[in-house]
């Protein structure tokens, strides 16, 4: 049966802020006139929805994923579960798939891989990382000639919010997250992006498709911004920096390490001057060098514009095909997962945080006295860590104590562990309020 | 006959820079197994070429086009001529096509989309605008379900190597372009790249992909840089722009107006900070908002990395395919031109300069004495051209000559014209240096 010309089913599962938007897409009067909605699974079938036909509303996911009409399922609720069943069960009918869902693919990716392999059909997930940026289209496809060396991006719009308002404002973590909140900008609920489980879920993606390495979210070394303080953005600032939530993958000779920590960025780099909400990817390849993406990493057009450029990629192969295709998955016009990295390399190792080196920013509170600094310095001597700068702040005369910032030279991540648990013993040291790695870019 | 798992040929137009880097990734170990190199055809055979066996090079043209076993044939021999003759004789032999050739594309890209469609092969050319910069895929497959409103790039990298080093150093263009020639970013003959003709060929390709707009290349405005002083640099300097050659294409109610010209652009943008050889691209979408894309636009590896990634694509579709297919042209896993925006949207007209609205620096040498301006300024009013500001600069006592620096609010580039030929007419102006529009970023 040719089906050029026929209709494409298609049932949604979730109309959120996304949701909605991505109906709205399919249903308006410009858009590819093959695409057919035939149902749209939501919680509450009451609510007020601008644009989404009533009628195509259920709280029955067998009859949107149960429908013989539909032969792509887009799924767009978000969540480890139900949305990863409901997935299962859709590649398992044979039906394509395009996701938005970061954890269900971080988690569950090679399960849903596999499963979309065995049926010959496909999974896309433009959408899970970067909003609408192109970003797993670029790796996936433009790059595939590359070797993918190293992968640096802010990939959370609220936690780089949150850090612009406080660089410019001088604010609190506490007062600038509040305002995001009450902006839409953070949830009610804001440890998914503040305590970074968002930036890992797609690093671990993305680390995949450019490395095919196996990262789980588990795997990756993870620090959110609730420790930065409106003094750290200050002093970095003093020393020539900002700080910028990260998310870094990097192959050296060991294999891939992947991190998603607050980072010192300094002020004269790209990276530094994403702001707001935006997103940004470097991405650099062996043959194309740096490649940098930007745009907007969430909301419901970015998000709907890579959802639909899945779903029109799919509609092409089956407009295009006598039949659904072969048993191997190797579909037309639909982005295999990372087939075509496995076949050129093995996948590395995903390596731990031991070896890296970095430079360090430490702010200790210490007591203001004589010979409070050569203690300091000899717990870095013994631990072989050179100091590059020390800089004091802020004396507080009334309780004797001030704020030190020290800057080392490139050290190893373990001896500069090492050497932070014996600050916090020191004496003449209050506490140890900060550590954040120095990303340097002389590189790029 | 199934042909996964046999051997692509490929025959490799052009064995320069790009053409060697080429054959290199081809047959490389680590390379896909299945693309096999069977003649390079170069017009000297003698010349040395690192990694590139010489029994595979050729003078003769038709021993690469004429050989059956070659499926896939890469021109990257560049210019008009032979190259659109012998990529129209490989589409009509029933060959993929894979080009980086932006002026060959640019003014014959009709014939050579029809002869694809004709002969149910593709024609690719992601390397033929901004190197490896992956913006027509972008564009075609990403952003399919985006209305894209506007382009906005920097996109010839000697230019802006030239500009920035005018910029940095304050240098004469004369300097500045042969300090580019001696480090190999400026050809001998520099006129294709400083009289901006690339540029308007690659915006010529940008907006048939984005608008599916015919914007052939006599038809787009070009101004190139051999007229921007080191002065107009430093004046724009003392007003927070600094100067760029833009490629600007944007959709407006009367049709897409493509124009590429030095223009201001405020300091404080993305846009200005792309310096030396790297070239940018803003996209604007209806669905993703803006969307920035930047790396290097030039180059062995970049380039390379643009034509293996369709190489690549089309490999993908060859395996996975039983047979050639239908004479449409829409092939699985390749690019079609426009054939998904013009589903969607009439092709817009291509619209003149005359009603663009800008704003407007304008350099005058003049008679420095009492009285100059008044007939200076009476000039913008008759034109209904309001005045902004009004700076002097460099008096030179000896002749009695001063440089005016004359920036308008927003006015209509046809009143603009018109009153620059009053002004150039006026006995108090020795001469109009420059008249350059400012690029404003509101929106952004």
């Keep these: 049966m040719n089906r050029r010309n026929t209709t494409i089913g298609i049932g949604l599962l979730g109309a959120g802020v996304v949701g909605s938007q991505v109906a709205r897409v399919i249903l308006a009067p410009d858009a590819d006139h093959r695409l057919s909605l035939h149902g749209i699974l939501v919680r509450d079938v009451e609510r007020q929805r601008d644009g989404v036909p009533s009628e195509l509303l259920t709280t029955d996911p067998e009859s949107v994923l149960g429908d013989d009409r539909n032969d792509i399922i887009i799924e767009v609720m978000g969540g480890e579960e139900p949305a990863r069943s409901y997935m299962a069960t859709a590649l398992s009918a044979g039906k394509h798939v395009v996701t938005a869902n970061k954890e269900a693919l971080a988690k569950h990716g090679d399960e849903l891989t596999n499963l979309a392999a065995q049926n010959g059909v496909s999974l896309s997930f433009e959408a899970s990382v970067g909003g609408g940026i192109p970003v797993l289209a670029a790796i996936q496809d433009s790059l595939t000639a590359n070797r993918i060396e190293s992968i640096r991006a802010i990939i959370n719009g609220t936690t780089n919010y949150v850090l612009s308002s406080m660089n410019e404002s001088g604010m609190s973590f506490e007062d600038a997250l509040s305002e995001a909140q009450k902006l839409g900008y953070a949830e009610a609920d804001p440890t998914a992006d503040v305590d970074a489980h968002d930036a890992v879920y797609k690093l671990s993606i993305l680390a995949r498709l450019a490395f095919g390495a196996s990262a789980h979210p588990d795997m990756i070394h993870r620090e959110g911004i609730r ?117 050129r390399i093995d996948a590395p190792n995903v390596v731990d945080m031991n070896d890296l080196q970095a430079r360090y920013y430490i702010r200790l509170t210490c007591l203001d006295r004589f010979g409070v600094l050569a203690k300091i310095a000899s717990v870095f001597g013994d631990a072989t860590i050179s100091i590059a700068s020390v800089l004091q702040f802020d004396a507080d005369d009334e309780h004797g104590l001030a704020d030190l910032v020290i800057m080392t030279h490139p050290s190893h991540e373990a001896s500069m562990q090492e050497a932070a648990s014996r600050l916090r013993q020191l004496d003449v040291v209050a506490s140890l309020e900060n550590l954040i790695r120095v990303e340097d870019y002389d590189t790029v």
């Design 227 to 343: 420790n930065i303080g409106a003094k750290d953005l200050r002093y970095a600032s003093a020393l020539g920096f900002t700080i910028k939530l990260l998310a870094i993958a990097r192959v050296g000779s060991e294999g891939v390490r992947c991190r998603v920590h607050p980072a010192l960025v300094p002020v004269d780099v790209p990276m530094a001057n994403v702001n707001g909400v935006l997103n940004a990817v470097e991405l650099n390849g062996d043959l194309i060098g740096p490649l940098w993406l930007q745009g907007r990493g969430a909301g419901a057009g970015p998000t709907a514009s890579a959802v639909m450029g899945d779903v029109l990629r799919i509609a092409k192969g089956i407009s295009a095909k006598p039949s659904p295709l072969s048993i191997n998955g190797e579909l037309n016009g639909v982005q295999s997962t990372d087939a075509q990295r496995s076949e």
